[in-house]
């Protein structure tokens, strides 16, 4: 419904802008007088703001200004904020600069009309003819205003629809003080505190940006080009270009006493370490992906972690797990009231899903356990593996455990009366059910929560995946190694009813039941290519299914 209304007030707002003026082309006005400036520069401004009826979106030399409506709530319209006698104030230098370094934060400085700033502020004197061009100055005033209200907005709440990985402008989300924040920053002359208060609280949001920075920092003086792999096989030339490559970002040993094969194996090795790849110094698929980023890429893409964080719950409660796919890991965290502190209680890693069957990010809460429970086949893969299994071999569920349940919801005890060759995608009359047991393909255990998705936590009869860098091999369902640890966890408050000696004895009988969770956890699954561990070293992760490129061609359209 947010979303709906958000979409309504900017097609509103578009509306609005589309029956004033389609573009205001300001007229060049020059003077000589600088203490005619001033005033010159601010009759500009009042026709422009005489211009805009109501609350419309202001466009400018085919810059839009989508903030525009909110310009009155944080400065005067009736004075010029940023500039004096035709030079910036330190409220105006201030505020260029840290648009100029938006990156610090993880931002685009041509999202705030930088190069325009730029070139604006570049060109308000002119020493040929000594005259100040007082159109640039309204315009420098107007366009640094809307990048500080937008970029107020983009650090509190990120740039995206976080549900659709599209851009959108929707203020309705943003933190409620955020206009009285930034008012406070211009009347003071604190806009870098005013900015940096609106940020994310959360500790990972705080390290992963310092990780940033010092990454800026550490390779400012290196540079390395993406590799291609199209239509290349393993030639001399590649092997020239890996070892360049390597030299250039410090991964090459030269001094080693061994051939130039190993010295090269070596440095793919040392290089897959800091994607948390399998590292065994060969080029698989996902080593290629990892090499095809650039410098700017790679910095691109913490930037999309930090913009990933912006989407979070200004506070989590005391307990919480998270499944971060690219890591296929989850954590469990509770607070520590002596210490004021979010404590990890809970590692395990987890199989999810193969980026042609992605797990969905989502956020939900774990309500209830059961143990033994069957597997009820989604429709997709009845169809598309289980049926052509059967049509191939009739006697495959008998192998793998599975009942067949007819539409009246009984279980097909004469499967030989069934023409399973009739059977295809479009019409397929049963349904397949997995008996409880250890080769149920859901394990021994399942964590049900509500999502739209169709997708749980379960334990798996699996196990091999566990011992892989790659556990991207589910249908979309996530899978977890540490199952037992996490029941036991999640029954922790309710020990009287269940001790955990109890819990111990239904994983070992083969019989079905459901534990309902006492204060159900909440879950949230997340998609994260970079984070920081335990000691605040910057962990870096493979785009396993090329979100984080996505979002950077609608930043970076250029």
């Known amino acids: 419904m947010k979303l709906f ?27 000589k007088q600088p203490q005619n400036i001033d005033a010159e520069a601010q009759n500009i401004l009042n026709e422009l703001h005489n211009t805009v009826k109501g609350d419309t979106l202001l466009i400018i030399d085919n810059d839009t200004l989508v903030t525009y409506p909110y310009f009155k709530n944080i400065i005067n319209l009736n004075q010029l904020n940023y500039i004096k006698s ?69 650090l509190n709440k990120g740039r995206f629809a976080y549900d659709t990985l599209l851009r959108e402008w929707n203020p309705l989300k943003l933190d409620t ?44 003086k290196l540079s390395w080009d993406s590799i291609s792999f199209t239509n290349v096989v393993d030639t001399p030339a590649l092997k020239k270009k890996l070892k360049q490559r390597f030299i250039e970002t410090g991964y090459y040993n030269d001094s080693l ?65 998270i499944v971060n796919i690219p890591s296929a890991m989850m954590h469990v965290w509770e607070w520590d009231k002596k210490h004021k502190v979010d404590t990890l209680v809970l590692k395990s890693k987890v199989v999810v899903g193969k980026p042609e069957n992605q797990t969905p990010t989502l956020k939900s809460k774990i309500n209830y356990m059961m143990i033994y429970p069957y597997w009820n086949v989604p429709y997709k893969i009845a169809y598309e593996e289980i049926l052509p299994a059967v049509q191939r071999d009739t006697n495959y569920l008998h192998k793998k455990n599975f009942e067949v349940i007819d539409g009246s919801g009984k279980v097909v005890t004469n499967l030989g009366k069934l023409n399973w060759k009739r059977f295809n995608k479009n019409y397929l009359p049963v349904k397949f059910r997995q008996r409880i047991g250890n080769e149920n393909s859901l394990g021994i255990c399942k964590f049900n929560f509500n999502n739209k998705y169709g997708v749980y936590l379960h334990d798996t009869n699996s196990k091999r995946y566990f011992k892989t860098f790659y556990r991207f091999q589910s249908h979309g369902c996530m899978r977890l190694e540490q199952f037992d640890a996490f029941a036991r966890f999640l029954i922790r408050e309710d020990t009287l009813k269940i001790p955990y000696d109890t819990l111990t004895v239904y994983f070992s009988r083969q019989e079905q039941k459901q534990i309902n969770i006492k204060k159900p956890l909440q879950l ?32 970076y359209k250029n």
């Open 257 to 321: 006493k061994v051939n130039d094969s190993l010295k090269l194996a070596k440095a793919i090795k040392k290089f897959q370490a800091t994607f948390n790849l399998e590292t065994d110094g060969k080029l698989g698929k996902y080593t290629k992906q990892a090499l095809g980023l650039d410098k700017e890429k790679t910095i691109r893409q913490i930037e999309m972690a930090l913009e990933r964080w912006r989407w979070e719950p200004a506070k989590y409660p005391k307990q919480y797990a």
């Open 5 to 31: 209304f958000a979409i309504v007030f900017f097609i509103l707002l578009l509306f609005g802008c589309n029956n004033q003026n389609e573009n205001n082309k300001i007229e060049i006005i020059k003077v």
């Open 177 to 220: 003080n955020w206009l009285s924040v930034l008012k406070y920053g211009i009347d003071s002359n604190k806009v870098r505190f005013a900015l940096d208060s609106l940020e994310p609280k959360h500790e990972g949001y705080k390290f992963l940006k310092k990780a940033l920075r010092k990454y800026i920092f550490e390779n400012e």
């Open 86 to 154: 035709g030079k910036a104030t330190v409220l105006g230098d201030t505020l260029f600069l840290i648009i100029k370094t938006a990156r610090q934060y993880g931002l685009y400085a041509n999202e705030y009309h930088f190069k325009t700033l730029d070139s604006l502020k570049n060109n308000f004197f002119n020493e040929k003819d000594s005259t100040y061009n007082v159109t640039n100055i309204a315009k420098f005033e107007v366009l640094l205003t809307d990048a500080y209200l937008l970029f107020g907005a983009h």
């Open 524 to 555: 949230y699954v997340r998609y994260y290519t970079s984070t920081i561990d335990s000691v605040g070293n910057l962990q870096k992760y493979i785009d396993i299914y090329r979100n984080d490129e996505q979002m950077m061609k609608l930043v």
